[in-house]
């Protein structure tokens, strides 16, 4: 074991113990360094120093949270002793949190948490409002935490503004850990400009668990500040069905805003629970197309066909955004009774009839087409959009179906009335589009497919970002509210390379995030648009005009 025999170590050390003689031990001790013994021996101490009377070996204890030990075994065991002779020594333990050197304070601070020694609140507090050091910092807030006090609240609260990101994550957690009603209310004072802070007290509130928590974690989605809403968004998705009956009993009164995204979460979580409030919103019929939208959307992640006949009506939507997402929704709850009524609403002489199939074809809705394709009013349809309007991506991918199906004939009917180079010239220009509903993307493309763009498109902004940053696009066409990553966060990354002048970006949404009123007109606040690095919004629902102007405003064909 080196130079010092470990047989006259332990005896020495069992000598001094049974004399009491606090120096001599510690003599001795200070060869119990990883360079002087081996490890078994720094064990075999330890055994030996838990037989002794605490008021001897607790400052032998304090001396060797000082000595270099690298074993996780031995630091592990020393704290134990430490955690079984601090039972009961409160006195000392305060001593020991006040008054030492930092390796030593930082094992006791952790011990008044772990003990639940009440009488050291005072100490912690005092530790949390005196010191400067993260490292002594973090173990006092836990402690602190862990003792679950009212006065621990505006402790925490002080350091919820710290500098350093784990000190200010350990205070906002321990807030949360306390538990109370109280807590919860202190963690949404917190919320403001900090993204940083917003996204720790959120997930805080969200830990929490407790019906009042959760209920003020679900109003958030009515926020005007778009990182707090899409982090509310994803906790309420972590949560999963437990959020259900949160986020249904909020539609009352909702607000529009408020409403889409209640139910867009909803559809995220995909519980079955929900359906029976969201078809009472479709059948509802809201004046907001954003709304009947949101509810389509959620219906295509919540399949169920024995409702599926509910759906229907919404192919005949006024709105194309919405014929679309209802087109998606049909195509994943496919019954009998919704075939049925679909042969009807695309027979020839159906109001919008044409629109129907136009939308069921846009999005891709390859089960419904196996059962319309002997109506001869879809088949006169369906080669009237594929061959002037469809982009020529949809229109590969449905004459491939039909295909499939064994409709050779009607694709080469279809096939031979194309023109040539399709819709027209298609560009160079490069233009990317990031939006995590797939209905969305396969919109944007028809539309800039029928300017003569050929857009590369991302359902994920964590995959559309590299791409970006690799290689300039000169248009990049984005989604506010999506999950993990939000239009705003992406354009921030984008911004590190690219400037407002060197890469512009629009950004659709149904959000008013970027509008205030002024004598009760909406106007978009060109001084948050350029904070937040995009060039334009676009809000939903819009028209063919205004989103061919907003996309030649920075691009031409």
Known sequence: MGTISEKDFIDELKFCLGEEDVVKAKALLQFASDSNIDVSVQKKALLELAKGPERVVFPLLEFLTKIDISSQDVQEGLYDLILDKAYGNTDLVIDYITQNEKATRIQFIRAAGDLFLNDTLPALIQVVHGETDPEILLPAVQSLGA????????????LAGHSDLNVRKAAIFAIGEHGSRTAADKLLEFLGEDEQTNKL???????MQDLYALDQLTRLLSSRTTIIRDTAIDQLMKLGKK?????????KNAEADYLVHLITTLGYIGDQAAISPILDIINTQPKDANIRQAAYEAMERIPSPKTAICLAQGLQDPEETVRMSAARAVDKNLSK????????????????ADKTVAALIDTEAGNIFNFLVQEESFQKLAKKHIVNTASPATRKTFLKHMSGIGQKEFVETVSQEVPENGNGQ?????IIVVDDSKMMLKLYQNKLSALGFTPQTFHRPEDAIPAILSEKPDLVITDLNMPNISGLEMTREIRKKFTRQDLPILMITTQSDFVEEKSGDIDVNDTILKKSGINKVLHKPFTDEKFNASVFEYVSN
């Open 147 to 158: 003792l679950r006090q009212d006065q621990g609240l505006e402790a925490f609260a002080y």
């Open 201 to 207: 007290a959120i997930e805080a509130l969200s830990d």
């Open 243 to 251: 959020a259900t009956p949160l986020l249904t009993r909020a539609f």
């Open 337 to 352: 009774p919704l075939v049925a009524g679909l042969k009807n609403i695309v027979r020839e002489g159906s109001d919008g």
């Open 426 to 430: 298609e560009q160079q220009t490069k």
